[in-house]
């Protein structure tokens, strides 16, 4: 069993800069895949990134490319979302993720995640 704990939500201006985080519980942390996903009122829970074991393959959203960087720090149990330029749209709930199976690269599948956090609400005013 996992528990993930986020926490860096709040409130910033369009333009501005956020770091979320995700601690987790697990004693082999790095036998996790990572992933961030987030929800929009009235929108379905949607990928955001995505990071390997060892943090060598990550993957993005092609809403976030450029402007969003996963991170992940295995000796502090720590999985990181540094998000920069934000713009309204990217308001919503963020909640990470652990995929305990043997893939190699985060999938971008909602139910293949195994774990979650409570989330964390990020809000991007204009």
């Known amino acids: 069993q996992v528990q993930l704990v986020e926490s860096g939500g709040g409130l910033v201006q369009a333009g501005g800069s956020l770091r979320v985080s995700c601690a987790a519980s697990a004693r082999t942390f790095s036998y996790y895949i990572m992933g961030w996903f987030r929800q929009a009122p009235g929108k379905e829970r949607e990928f955001v990134a995505g990071?390997?074991?060892?943090?060598?393959?990550?993957n993005y959203a092609d809403s976030v490319k450029g402007r969003f960087t996963i991170s992940r720090d295995n000796a502090k149990n720590t999985v990181y979302l540094q998000m920069n330029s934000l713009k309204p749209e990217d308001t919503a709930v963020y909640y990470c993720?652990?995929?305990?199976?043997?893939?190699?690269?985060?999938?971008?599948?909602?139910?293949?995640?195994?774990?979650w956090g409570q989330g964390t609400q990020v809000t991007v005013s204009s």
């Open positions: 990071i390997s074991k060892l943090g060598r393959s990550t």
């Open positions: 993720a652990a995929d305990q199976s043997p893939r190699f690269v985060a999938t971008t599948l909602w139910s293949e995640y195994d774990y």
